[in-house]
C-alpha cells in the first residue's frame, strides 16, 4: 500500500473544513481529521511571532499527494502554508483499502 499522511496547518477550523470537504470531494483525500488549536511560534519576515492555528491530517495515497499539495496550497489563506508529507510506515489492511478504495 501507499498511503501518507500530510499534515497542514490552517488559519482556524473553518478554513481547514472548507478545506478538507473540497479536497475529499475531489478524490485527492479520503479522510481529513481537523484536530484542535494549537499555538505556533515561527520567524515570519524577520520577526518572531506568534498565532493560534488549526492542524489537520489528510490521508491520501502516493500518487494523489502531489496534486493534494498544490489544491491545499492553491486554496490556503497563507502565502506559504505549512504542508508537510509524513510516510506510513504500518497501518491496519482494512483501512489502507478503504483509502485506496476512496481516492479511485
Known amino acids: 500500500m501507499s498511503i501518507v499522511t500530510v499534515y497542514a496547518v490552517f488559519a482556524d477550523p473553518a478554513e481547514a473544513q472548507r478545506i478538507g470537504?473540497?479536497?475529499?470531494?475531489?478524490?485527492l483525500a479520503a479522510c481529513i481529521n481537523i484536530l484542535g488549536p494549537c499555538r505556533s511560534i515561527y520567524r515570519w519576515e524577520g520577526a518572531?511571532?506568534?498565532a493560534t492555528e488549526t492542524p489537520a491530517l489528510f490521508k491520501t495515497t502516493l500518487d494523489k499527494v502531489d496534486g493534494l499539495i498544490m489544491r491545499i496550497k492553491e486554496l490556503h489563506s497563507y502565502s506559504v502554508p505549512a504542508i508537510v508529507v509524513w510516510p506510513v510506515e504500518r497501518l491496519l489492511a482494512e483501512y489502507g483499502e478503504w483509502v485506496e478504495a476512496e481516492l479511485r
Not at 21 to 27: G, H, L, P, Q, R
Open 21 to 27: 470537504m473540497i479536497v475529499v470531494e475531489e478524490k
Open 48 to 50: 518572531i511571532e506568534t
